[in-house]
């Protein structure tokens, strides 16, 4: 991989591993200034921001261009978090925490974005798939170093967050805009049905989202029902980091050989029967073959879906494409969520069938979309 791919999978995986994870900055809210109204409207304020963020991230690096976009996003997530750590008031700390989380929801497509006009059309796949590895792991990172920030002090995880967007700025001023491109403009000039078929594919990556966000909803609370404690169920959630990190690398020389679409079509597939598996009779080792299953349909989602965005996106459109997907996916909690916890206490036995439902449904799609698409090779 070029040094310019390098520095900016190295950009987005210091972005995540230095952000505040919402459960802890929840946390820090209730310690800081105790429950009320406001502070209970945080994370739904944050999560309003981190769909607003790929929307206007993608806008921005259309018109802009990615590199300014990446430079914006940190240098405003820096301020932002600065003053939300000096916050001394309650309505005023969760506007500013909300803003934050919309300047740092702007990098990932941003960065996104750039890495896919900084590689040649051959290799986005694999690069793709290597930043969405560094991503993992980064991710894995930041709950922890959340948790330990906060016992430090309420506002250090906040400046920790500001410095990190601070190291991200710098690396960003140091990556160069690929030579030939026009910053902003990347995308191709692509047959109408592929262009037409980008609603059909948000829409079953949404479908994708709202099953693959059970694991930040409604499973924690079935397995707690269950009996499970926080130790079993960490534990259990762990075998999905493991098994994205083991895997991923194998998954972009895969993709290439069996094509875009049939990635897809396994990928909604496995997400819908993992998470379908939740339901089965069973122990520690029927639930971690599950989250196997549904992890495996993660590694061949979300890397495919950022090349597959670049090579469908019309000339100048790149950046949006690549912000719609990730505001397609944030949505994907914000509404995924809520809606498992309630079929959860209305009918649990219903809840794992719905995602079997909406994996096949979204496969559906995908294999409608393929048809209807130009003829060529998917």
């Known amino acids: 991989m070029r040094d310019p791919a390098r520095r900016l999978m190295v950009l987005g995986a210091l972005s995540r591993a230095g952000s505040v994870a919402p459960a802890f900055l929840l946390l820090l809210a209730l310690r800081r200034f105790g429950p009320g109204t406001t502070t209970s409207l945080l994370l739904v304020a944050v999560g309003a921001g981190t769909v607003a963020a790929g929307w206007a991230a993608g806008l921005l690096a259309d018109r802009a261009g990615p590199r300014r976009t990446v430079m914006l996003a940190c240098g405003g997530t820096a301020l932002l978090s600065a003053a939300a750590a000096a916050c001394p008031w309650p309505a005023a700390f969760v506007a500013l925490a909300a803003a934050a989380s919309f300047t740092g929801g702007c990098v990932r497509p941003a960065v996104m974005t750039w890495l896919m006009e900084a590689v ?69 000039a692509v047959p109408d049905g592929r262009t037409r078929g980008l609603a059909p594919f948000l829409l079953a990556a949404f479908l994708v989202a709202v099953v693959y966000l059970q694991k930040q909803g409604a499973l924690p609370l079935a397995l707690t029902g269950a009996g499970w404690d926080s130790a079993a169920i960490g534990a259990l959630l762990a075998v999905n980091g493991v098994v994205v990190v083991a895997v991923q690398p194998l998954a972009g020389r895969l ?120 003829p060529d090779p998917p």
């Open 255 to 374: 993709v290439p050989r069996v094509g875009t679409t049939a990635a897809f079509v396994a990928a909604a597939l496995l997400v819908g029967a993992g998470f379908a598996a939740h339901g089965l009779p069973g122990g520690f080792a029927v639930q971690a073959a599950a989250v196997v299953v549904w992890s495996l349909g993660e590694v061949l989602q979300a890397p495919t879906a950022v090349a597959h965005l670049a090579k469908i996106a019309p000339a100048g459109r790149a950046g949006a494409a690549q912000g719609a997907y990730s505001s397609t996916w944030n949505l994907g909690l914000v509404l995924g969520a809520p809606a498992g916890q309630a079929l959860l206490a209305a009918a649990p036995a219903h809840l794992w069938t719905a995602c079997l439902a909406c994996g096949v449904t979204a496969a559906a799609l995908h294999l409608r979309t393929a048809r209807s698409a130009s």
């Open 120 to 188: 040649e059309p051959e290799r986005r796949m694999s690069a793709a798939g290597w930043a969405y590895w560094a991503h993992n792991v980064a991710a894995a990172v930041a709950p922890a170093a959340s948790g330990l920030l906060l016992a430090a002090g309420t506002a250090v995880p906040l400046v920790v967050q500001a410095v990190a967007a601070l190291g991200c700025l710098a690396l960003a001023r140091a990556v160069p805009v690929p030579s030939g491109v026009r910053p902003g403009r990347a995308g191709s």
